[in-house]
């Protein structure tokens, strides 16, 4: 299986940056997308960005004038630098891989444990 592993949550004022990194391990055929998705209190869980193998990025409406997605393929790692946060940005963030472990595996998602982001004074 792929295993992915998150870290660089925390807690920061609003305005202020943060940046996540996802590394994925184990057994990895392909990786064929990496993004990032958040999970806020009472709400269901929302894709933040992501960037397929050939560089393609997406993000959501309230996020792409500020957040940027990276990816290191050398690494298997993606970024996700966060600027000008705002408390609507506190969610548990989680780290998902689209991916197949072995050539004859099928593709499928793979989900990191998350990482709390909480913007506040």
């Known amino acids: 299986q792929v295993q992915l592993a998150e870290s660089g949550g925390g807690l920061v004022q609003p305005g202020g940056s943060l940046r996540l990194s996802c590394g994925a391990s184990?057994?990895?055929?392909?990786?064929?997308?990496m993004g990032w998705y958040r999970q806020a209190p009472g709400k269901e869980r929302e894709l933040v960005a992501r960037?397929?193998?050939?560089?393609?990025?997406n993000y959501a409406d309230s996020v792409k004038d500020r957040f940027t997605i990276s990816r290191v393929n050398a690494k298997n790692t993606v970024d996700l630098q966060m600027n000008s946060l705002k408390p609507e940005d506190t969610a548990v963030y989680s780290c998902?891989?689209?991916?197949?472990?072995?050539?004859?595996?099928?593709?499928?998602?793979?989900w990191g444990k998350g990482t709390l982001v909480t913007v506040s004074d």
């Open positions: 998902n891989a689209d991916a197949r472990a072995a050539p004859t595996a099928s593709r499928m998602d793979y």
């Open positions: 960037i397929t193998f050939d560089g393609s990025t």
């Open positions: 184990g057994s990895i055929f392909r990786i064929y997308a």
